[in-house]
C-alpha cells in the first residue's frame, strides 16, 4: 500500500511538474472533442428536431380510404387496439357532412358552406396546431374558412343545417365556439373540425331525424349499432405507414396514402443517421487513437523514471499506475475543458438562432445522459489506452533504460 | 547507530580502511555462510548475436560489510553483473544465487525469476539493495527531501531525521527543499548516494559513481561514500574505472577476463576474484 501510494504522489508530482506538457495533453484531447460534441449537440438540436417533424408530420401518417365502405363499431375498437395505429375516428356520410357557417356578428355578414370533419382527443393533425374541440359546440376551423367568414379563434359563428321533408324545408341552426384556426400548411381546404357527436346529429337531421343533445326536432333514429362508410385514420409513425396499408388492403380495402413523401422523408431520415454513425465511428476511432498516442508518447517519455522505479524496488503492478493515472487525468481535465468549449458554443449557436426558435427548441442542445455517455466513453477509452500503455510499461526493462542519457 | 568522527576524518584512518566493519546490529546469523550476503555460483548471462556478449561469474561470494570493486574494460560486463546483483536482469543459468539479508532471511534469487516472482525480487529490491547510477537517476519533479526518502516513503519509513542526517553527512542539508535540476552535477551524484541509503539496505551498488565528476569532487565523494557504507555496515559493491586508490580504500578486486571469439566476433567475459 505505501509502496502504492508513493507511485500515485510520483505520477502526480510528474504531472504538476510538467503542468505545461499536461496543459497540451488536455487541450489535444479537448480539441478532439469539442467539435464533436458541438456536431452532436447540432445533430441532437436541429436535425433531430427537422427530421422528427418529418416523420411525426401527420399528413405523412394519414391513411384515407377510396370510396365509401362499411365500418362497425367493432372495426373501429379493433384499429383503435392497434399500437401501429395513433388515432382513427369514424367518418359520416360526405355528402351530409357539410354545413352553412355564418358569421352574424361582422358589420358585413358572411356565410360559406363548409365540410364537416371528425375529430377528438389524440387527432393528431390538431395537436400540433392547436387545441382540440371539447364540447360539441366548439370548432376548428381551416384557414380558407376563417379568412373568409373574418372571424379569429374565440369567435362565434352560427351552423346552420337545412333539410327538405315531404316537400316542407326545416333548418336547425347551433352556435358554435372557435376554439382556433388551422394554419394554412396544416389544411387547405375549406372545413370545420367538429365533435363526431355534431357530425352525427347533423347526418341524422338530413335524414329526417331528431337530436336530443342538440335539441333537434324529428322522428327516433332505429336500434342497432351505428355503420360508418369512412374514417380517418393516422398511423403512429411514417415507418408503420406500409404496414397498415397492407393489413387494409388484405381486408379488401382500397387505401390511400403519401408514400412518396414518405420514402424521401426516410431516405432523408436514414442518410442523416448514416452520415453521423459514420463521422461518430471516424471521430471516436480519432478520440481513441489520440488517446492511445498521448499514452504511448508519455511511456516513451517517461520510461527512464519508470525503469528507475522498478530499480528502486516499485513493483511493476505498481509502475503500471504512474502512466495510467497521468492518462485517466488527462481525458477528465480534456472532457472537462471540452464540455466548458462546447458549452460555450452552444450558448453561441443557440443565441445566434434565437428568432428562428419557439420556446423549448434548441438548435445545439446536449442532455446530461449525452454527457453523461461521452464521459463513459471517454473514460472507457483511456481506460483502453491506459491498459496498452501499462503493457508497455510491463516490457520495460530497467537495465535498458536506467543508463540512457 | 553510534556517531562519528568527522567523517573525512574516518575515510583518511588507515584503521578504519582494509577491514570489514561490522556494525553492532549486524550479529552473524549465518554459521554456515560465514555471513555472507551473496553467493553466486555459475551464473551466466548472454546477448546472443553478432555482437552478442557473454558473461560467466564461476562464484562469486559477497560478504556482509565488504566493499568489493569490479575492475575491467568498459563494455567488459561490470554494469551486466551490478544489474544481476542488483536483481533487475534475468541471470540465463545459475548453479546457485542467493542474497542473504540482514533480517536473516535467504532469497534464492534464481528461483525467484524462474517462478516468476517479479513483485518479490522487486520488494527485496526496496528493502535490501541501494543503487547508485553513473549519473543522476533522480526524479526531477521531487525536492532533494523527497528524491532521499523516496525508499523510505515506498517501505512506510517516516522522512524523519534520518533523512537530514545523511544529507548532513554528504554535505548537501542546505539543499533539502530544491528539485535537482537546481543542483551541480556533483551535488546530484550526493543526492544519489543518500538516496541508495537513506532506507539501510544491506546493499549498496554503485556504477562507476563519480566517473562523470572532476577528480576532487570524486576523491571527496568516494571518501564520504565509503566513510558512510563502512559506518552503517553496508556491503558496497561498486564498478570503477578509478583503480589507484581501492587498496588504500580497503576494496577486494573483482576482475573481469576477457576475451574476444574469433569466429563470431562475440565477446566473453569471466569473472574472477
Not at chain 1, 379563434?153 to 333548418?171: N, T
Not at chain 1, 488527462?330 to 471540452?338: D, E, K, N, R, W
Not at chain 2, 537517476?137 to 545523511?166: A, Y
Amino acid at each position: 500500500m505505501n509502496s502504492f501510494q508513493t507511485v500515485i504522489r510520483l505520477a502526480l508530482r510528474d504531472y504538476f511538474y510538467e503542468r505545461l506538457l499536461s496543459a497540451c495533453a488536455i487541450m489535444g484531447l479537448a480539441a478532439v472533442l469539442a467539435p464533436l460534441l458541438v456536431l452532436f449537440g447540432v445533430k441532437s438540436g436541429i436535425i433531430n428536431t427537422m427530421s422528427d417533424r418529418l416523420i411525426q408530420d401527420p399528413r405523412n401518417r394519414e391513411i384515407s380510404p377510396v370510396g365509401s365502405g362499411r365500418y362497425g363499431t367493432d372495426w373501429f375498437s379493433a384499429m383503435r387496439d392497434r399500437p401501429d395505429v395513433a388515432f382513427v375516428i369514424p367518418q359520416t356520410r360526405s355528402i351530409a357532412a357539410s354545413m352553412i357557417l355564418y358569421n352574424k356578428n361582422s358589420t358585413n355578414p358572411r356565410t360559406l358552406v363548409v365540410s364537416l370533419i371528425p375529430t377528438a382527443e389524440g387527432d393528431p393533425l390538431l395537436e400540433i396546431y392547436g387545441r382540440i374541440s371539447t364540447k360539441n359546440t366548439q370548432v376548428v376551423l381551416s384557414e380558407p374558412v376563417a379568412r373568409k367568414l373574418n372571424v379569429k379563434a374565440g369567435q362565434r359563428v352560427l351552423g346552420q343545417v337545412g333539410r327538405s321533408v315531404a316537400g316542407v324545408k326545416e333548418q336547425v341552426a347551433v352556435d358554435l365556439q372557435i376554439t382556433a384556426v388551422l394554419p394554412l400548411g396544416a389544411f387547405s381546404r375549406e372545413a370545420a373540425f367538429v365533435r363526431l357527436e355534431l357530425l352525427e346529429a347533423t347526418e341524422d337531421y338530413r335524414d329526417g331525424r331528431g337530436s336530443k343533445t342538440f335539441g333537434w326536432t324529428g322522428s327516433a333514429r332505429p336500434t342497432g349499432p351505428r355503420v360508418y362508410p369512412s374514417f380517418r385514420l393516422y398511423a403512429r409513425s411514417i415507418y408503420d405507414v406500409a404496414d397498415l396499408r397492407n393489413m387494409l388492403m388484405d381486408q379488401g380495402l382500397e387505401v390511400y396514402t403519401k408514400a412518396e413523401d414518405i420514402e424521401t422523408v426516410k431516405s432523408l431520415d436514414r442518410s442523416f443517421n448514416l452520415i453521423f454513425s459514420l463521422i461518430a465511428v471516424v471521430a471516436v476511432l480519432g478520440y481513441f487513437a489520440s488517446m492511445v498516442s498521448n499514452v504511448l508518447a508519455n511511456v516513451n517519455r517517461k520510461s527512464r523514471y519508470l525503469g528507475i522505479s522498478s530499480l528502486i524496488g516499485f513493483s511493476t503492478g505498481n509502475i503500471i499506475w504512474y502512466p495510467m493515472l497521468q492518462s485517466i487525468a488527462t481525458s477528465i481535465l480534456g472532457f472537462l475543458t471540452a464540455v466548458i468549449l462546447y458549452r460555450l458554443v452552444e450558448t453561441l449557436i443557440n443565441g445566434l438562432f434565437s428568432d428562428y426558435l419557439s420556446t423549448g427548441e434548441y438548435v445545439c442542445r446536449l442532455s446530461v445522459g449525452h454527457m453523461l455517455i461521452a464521459l463513459v466513453l471517454t473514460l472507457t477509452l483511456a481506460v483502453l489506452a491506459s491498459a496498452y500503455g501499462a503493457f508497455r510499461v510491463s516490457r520495460i526493462e530497467p537495465s535498458e533504460v536506467i543508463r540512457e542519457v | 547507530m553510534k556517531k562519528v568522527r568527522s567523517l573525512k576524518d574516518a575515510a583518511r584512518d588507515p584503521l578504519a580502511q582494509g577491514k570489514v566493519v561490522r556494525p553492532s546490529r549486524d550479529k552473524p546469523r549465518f554459521a554456515v555462510t560465514g555471513d555472507d550476503v551473496f553467493r553466486l555460483q555459475e551464473v551466466t548471462k548472454s546477448w546472443p548475436g553478432e555482437n552478442g556478449f557473454t558473461l560467466t561469474v564461476p562464484e562469486l561470494i559477497i560478504q556482509r560489510g565488504e566493499k568489493v570493486a569490479l575492475v575491467g574494460f568498459s563494455g567488459c560486463g561490470k554494469s551486466t553483473l551490478l544489474d544481476l546483483l542488483a536483481m533487475v536482469l534475468r541471470p540465463d543459468e545459475a548453479g546457485e544465487f542467493v542474497l542473504f539479508t540482514h533480517k536473516g532471511e535467504e532469497l534464492n534469487v534464481m528461483d525467484a525469476w524462474q517462478r516468476r516472482k517479479l513483485d518479490s525480487l522487486a520488494h527485496a529490491r526496496m528493502l535490501h539493495i541501494g543503487y547508485v547510477l553513473q549519473t543522476g537517476g533522480l526524479f526531477p519533479f521531487l525536492s532533494v527531501r523527497e528524491n532521499i526518502g523516496i525508499s523510505r516513503r515506498g517501505l512506510g519509513l517516516p522522512l524523519d531525521e534520518t533523512v537530514e542526517d545523511i544529507a548532513h553527512r554528504l554535505h548537501i542539508e542546505r539543499h533539502l527543499n530544491k528539485l535537482p535540476g537546481q543542483l551541480s552535477v556533483g551535488e546530484r551524484q550526493r543526492v544519489a548516494i543518500a538516496r541508495a541509503m537513506a532506507h539501510h539496505p544491506s546493499v549498496v551498488i554503485a556504477d562507476e559513481p563519480t566517473a562523470s565528476l572532476d577528480p576532487i569532487n570524486a576523491e571527496e565523494i568516494m571518501g564520504l561514500f565509503t566513510a558512510l557504507t563502512d559506518e552503517y555496515g553496508v556491503t558496497l559493491i561498486m564498478a570503477t574505472h578509478d583503480w589507484g586508490k581501492l587498496g588504500e580504500r580497503g576494496f577486494r578486486r573483482v576482475e573481469f577476463a576477457f576475451k574476444r571469439d574469433p569466429d563470431q566476433g562475440a565477446v566473453q567475459a569471466k569473472v574472477s576474484g
